[in-house]
């Protein structure tokens, strides 16, 4: 079924009317949705059980047990490959069963299952012995609406078993035009909403979910991989060059190209290749011998995250790619941006993250279409202001240029996040030339009655005195913030009182001196808080004590501070479930710690950390160690 959570429940309603008999349905499905519409509107989502995979012993007993009669009665030869084919079932009991059988009916001979290991895609598709796997595999594909199938289908371009990052995923998505613009809604949004879909849809698994739901990566299940693979060969929807089947470069025409490069690139040849209407390319692995990557002047997205060997002689052609929208060097050794990076009109995503680029081009103020700028370590340009269509910047102001190009953040007014390293302003940077920090601050203010939502600064190599500009002169706090991060050596004297007036705040880090019972007030007093980090400086005599029936959304806690008391009154962050606490050690007693958990019910992890001081002897340590034990586990 493709109806909504909605439409779900009117159908279970109609067929299971409400009585008193107490009766109990127990429903089989693969979706999401119709889990949560099955359970009971008074605990809904409190009965969903989901079906974990088989353990490593468990998965090693029932493949081998089917073959060979247990695991005793393996084969030397096969062992290697057995490793192989059981990684890749993961764990799925039918996946095991299914190609246990296969594979029995075949002589146990190394070369004829690496064979089979290799061509698992092909032998789901076209085995009847494999049949029932095949069907499984396909359980809800059909129903998926014809965007979701292309957004699964094209899963098949990333490297096997890899991470693949949301972010990323949905940017390339966008790119390649797999997105429907909708009515109220970003590009980027709607493409989030197919990703969760596919999650919904056990389509896709589910990595990295944060305190507040949101699911950062996803990883494919081996299995429904070998199928997408097989289907985007047949399809030529992607093609894919160095990956282990060793897929025959030989096709019609290049739509998409991967290009999995490994760490040796001497077969690699692209030369064969017919692609002068390819719409994207990725490049995986090692490219250091590879003398040219095929640009074709028609591209979309190009993505070269995590290459090794990335540089200027792979780019001599990049401005002639006048349709480009995705262009990713992430996690490269590339230090420089050539200047024809500004003939990329259409370009909309820029990511330079954890590459060695300080500088950017002035050309790249002329990418007037460019949403997404990802750049930490390169200085802000003078021009920024050009870049009106920018909804995320990540950015780093330094030099003399940088600040005074503050100054044009103002006409930023499409922007929903600012990353911004604040690195080595003079303490009197608010009387300086040009833009600086009390710029940056006025502009900050403006920008938040615009679409700014995410705030995260990092203070980097200056004295207190800046701090004191940030807990003064930021007297009008953007409203409608709901995520601020302000880190940096030092921190605030006190909790700056414009925090309280963040009412959609969910998400908090802060660095403070010293924090007394006014400031811990403060922070009760923000009902919508999920994510709480704080830093200490100094010790308080009154420790922290957060009252009762405040942080009522709160699900993780970090604290870090010198040895103080730390406890927590009676209703006090109903729905607290990680709590993490560091202690820098001056002292011995710890008894107090107890206190702590004491009244945090919901409490799932609670992890503890002493930083030991270097004047500590052993035996003081060691005692530690015991007044932590007595105090925690009781």
């Given at each position: 079924?493709?109806?909504?959570?909605?439409?779900?429940?009117?159908?279970?309603?109609?067929?299971?009317?409400?009585?008193?008999?107490?009766?109990?349905?127990?429903?089989?499905?693969r979706n999401e949705l119709v889990a949560n519409a099955c359970c009971s509107r008074y605990?809904?989502?409190?009965?969903?059980?989901?079906?974990?995979s088989l353990k490593d012993l468990d998965s090693r007993t029932l493949f081998f047990g089917?073959?060979?009669?247990?695991?005793?009665?393996?084969?030397?030869?096969?062992?290697?490959?057995?490793?192989?084919?059981?990684?890749?079932?993961?764990?799925?009991?039918?996946?095991?069963?299914?190609?246990?059988?296969?594979?029995?009916?075949?002589?146990?001979?190394?070369?004829?299952?690496?064979?089979?290991?290799?061509?698992?895609?092909?032998?789901?598709?076209?085995?009847?012995?494999?049949?029932?796997?095949?069907?499984?595999?396909?359980?809800?594909?059909?129903?998926?609406?014809?965007?979701?199938?292309?957004?699964?289908?094209?899963?098949?371009?990333?490297?096997?078993?890899?991470?693949?990052?949301?972010?990323?995923?949905?940017?390339?998505?966008?790119?390649?035009?797999?997105?429907?613009?909708?009515?109220?809604?970003?590009?980027?949004?709607?493409?989030?909403?197919?990703?969760?879909?596919?999650?919904?849809?056990?389509?896709?698994?589910?990595?990295?979910?944060?305190?507040?739901?949101?699911?950062?990566?996803?990883?494919?299940?081996?299995?429904?991989?070998?199928?997408?693979?097989?289907?985007?060969?047949?399809?030529?929807?992607?093609?894919?060059?160095?990956?282990?089947?060793?897929?025959?470069?030989?096709?019609?025409?290049?739509?998409?190209?991967?290009?999995?490069?490994?760490?040796?690139?001497?077969?690699?040849?692209?030369?064969?290749?017919?692609?002068?209407?390819?719409?994207?390319?990725?490049?995986?692995?090692?490219?250091?011998?590879?003398?040219?990557?095929?640009?074709?002047?028609?591209?979309?997205?190009?993505?070269?995250?995590?290459?090794?060997?990335?540089?200027?002689?792979?780019?001599?052609?990049?401005?002639?790619?006048?349709?480009?929208?995705?262009?990713?060097?992430?996690?490269?050794?590339?230090?420089?941006?050539?200047?024809?990076?500004?003939?990329?009109?259409?370009?909309?995503?820029?990511?330079?993250?954890?590459?060695?680029?300080?500088?950017?081009?002035?050309?790249?103020?002329?990418?007037?279409?460019l949403v997404y700028l990802l750049a930490g370590g390169a200085e802000l340009p003078k021009?920024?202001?050009?870049?009106?269509?920018?909804?995320?910047?990540?950015?780093?102001?330094?030099?003399?240029?940088?600040?005074?190009?503050?100054?044009?953040?103002?006409?930023?007014?499409?922007?929903?996040?600012?990353?911004?390293?604040?690195?080595?302003?003079?303490?009197?940077?608010?009387?300086?030339?040009?833009?600086?920090?009390?710029?940056?601050?006025?502009?900050?203010?403006?920008?938040?009655?615009?679409?700014?939502?995410?705030?995260?600064?990092?203070?980097?190599?200056?004295?207190?005195?800046?701090?004191?500009?940030?807990?003064?002169?930021?007297?009008?706090?953007?409203?409608?913030?709901?995520?601020?991060?302000?880190?940096?050596?030092?921190?605030?004297?006190?909790?700056?009182?414009?925090?309280?007036?963040?009412?959609?705040?969910?998400?908090?880090?802060?660095?403070?001196?010293?924090?007394?019972?006014?400031?811990?007030?403060?922070?009760?007093?923000?009902?919508?808080?999920?994510?709480?980090?704080?830093?200490?400086?100094?010790?308080?005599?009154?420790?922290?004590?957060?009252?009762?029936?405040?942080?009522?959304?709160?699900?993780?806690?970090?604290?870090?501070?010198?040895?103080?008391?730390?406890?927590?009154?009676?209703?006090?962050?109903?729905?607290?479930?990680?709590?993490?606490?560091?202690?820098?050690?001056?002292?011995?007693?710890?008894?107090?710690?107890?206190?702590?958990?004491?009244?945090?019910?919901?409490?799932?992890?609670?992890?503890?950390?002493?930083?030991?001081?270097?004047?500590?002897?052993?035996?003081?340590?060691?005692?530690?160690?015991?007044?932590?034990?007595?105090?925690?586990?009781?």
């Open positions: 079924m493709t109806c909504g959570k909605y439409q779900h429940g009117i159908i279970l309603a109609s067929v299971l009317p409400e009585n008193t008999f107490d009766s109990i349905n127990i429903t089989t499905t605990h809904p989502g409190h009965f969903v059980h989901k079906v974990a089917r073959i060979f009669g247990s695991e005793d009665n393996l084969p030397h030869v096969l062992e290697e490959v057995s490793m192989k084919i059981l990684k890749k079932c993961a764990g799925l009991p039918l996946a095991i069963v299914c190609i246990s059988s296969f594979l029995a009916a075949t002589s146990p001979d190394a070369k004829k299952w690496e064979k089979a290991y290799n061509s698992l895609g092909s032998e789901i598709e076209s085995n009847d012995g494999l049949r029932r796997l095949r069907q499984a595999l396909k359980v809800g594909y059909d129903d998926l609406p014809q965007h979701l199938k292309v957004c699964r289908l094209y899963l098949s371009a990333f490297p096997e078993n890899c991470k693949i990052e949301r972010d990323r995923l949905t940017c390339r998505w966008i790119a390649e035009g797999f997105v429907d613009e909708k009515p109220g809604k970003t590009v980027q949004e709607v493409a989030e909403d197919y990703f969760s879909e596919l999650i919904e849809q056990s389509m896709i698994q589910a990595v990295d979910v944060d305190c507040f739901g949101e699911t950062h990566a996803c990883r494919i299940h081996d299995m429904i991989f070998e199928l997408i693979s097989m289907e985007s060969f047949e399809e030529n929807f992607v093609t894919l060059i160095g990956n282990r089947r060793g897929t025959s470069t030989q096709r019609p025409y290049v739509r998409r190209l991967s290009l999995n490069c490994g760490n040796a690139t001497d077969g690699l040849d692209c030369s064969s290749l017919n692609m002068p209407h390819a719409r994207s390319l990725a490049v995986n692995g090692n490219i250091d011998n590879l003398d040219s990557v095929p640009l074709c002047r028609f591209l979309r997205m190009l993505d070269f995250e995590c290459c090794h060997g990335v540089n200027s002689r792979h780019l001599k052609d990049i401005g002639q790619l006048f349709l480009l929208k995705y262009l990713s060097f992430k996690s490269t050794w590339i230090s420089e941006l050539p200047a024809q990076i500004g003939e990329l009109k259409c370009l909309e995503t820029l990511d330079l993250t954890q590459t060695y680029v300080r500088e950017l081009p002035v050309e790249v103020t002329r990418l007037q279409r021009g920024i202001g050009n870049m009106r269509s920018l909804q995320l910047l990540c950015i780093r102001v330094a030099g003399k240029r940088s600040r005074e190009a503050v100054e044009e953040l103002l006409w930023l007014t499409n922007l929903r996040k600012l990353e911004m390293s604040y690195v080595g302003v003079h303490p009197r940077g608010r009387k300086s030339k040009g833009g600086s920090l009390d710029t940056l601050l006025k502009i900050i203010s403006k920008l938040g009655k615009c679409k700014l939502r995410f705030l995260h600064l990092n203070l980097l190599g200056y004295s207190i005195g800046l701090y004191l500009q940030i807990q003064f002169l930021l007297t009008s706090a953007p409203d409608h913030l709901q995520s601020l991060r302000i880190r940096g050596d030092h921190g605030f004297q006190s909790v700056p009182v414009w925090i309280r007036s963040l009412n959609h705040l969910t998400d908090l880090e802060l660095t403070v001196r010293m924090v007394g019972a006014q400031d811990l007030k403060i922070f009760a007093g923000l009902p919508r808080l999920v994510r709480f980090r704080l830093t200490i400086k100094e010790p308080s005599t009154e420790g922290i004590i957060i009252p009762g029936s405040s942080l009522p959304c709160l699900k993780e806690l970090f604290i870090s501070c010198r040895i103080m008391p730390v406890s927590f009154s009676q209703g006090v962050m109903p729905k607290l479930e990680n709590f993490e606490l560091q202690f820098r050690a001056y002292q011995e007693d710890l008894k107090f710690i107890r206190h702590t958990i004491d009244h945090l019910q919901s409490i799932k992890e609670f992890q503890f950390t002493i930083a030991v001081h270097r004047g500590l002897s052993d035996r003081q340590v060691e005692h530690l160690k015991e007044s932590f034990k007595s105090a925690v586990f009781v």
